[in-house]
């Protein structure tokens, strides 16, 4: 499960779809230096997205593939 501490990096290594759901909110993560070192929630946060909106899009596409 992707909680709000999970690395945005070590999330786009295990899951590499999930670039979909960054780029539809507009976070530009596969090439953001912080995306090295900042969680799911700090990105978020950087980008005025709703942490849980966000964590449960990122839940539904893992489960389904």
Request: glycine share 8%; charged share 30%; aromatic share 2%.
């Amino acid at each position: 499960m992707i909680t709000k501490e999970t690395s945005i990096n070590e999330l786009l290594r295990s899951h590499p779809l999930v670039r979909e759901v960054f780029a539809k909110h507009g976070m530009g993560c596969i090439g953001c230096m912080g995306a090295a070192t900042e969680t799911i929630e700090n990105g978020a946060k950087m980008h005025n997205i709703d942490v849980e909106a966000l964590l449960k899009e990122l839940n539904e596409l893992c489960d389904r593939k």
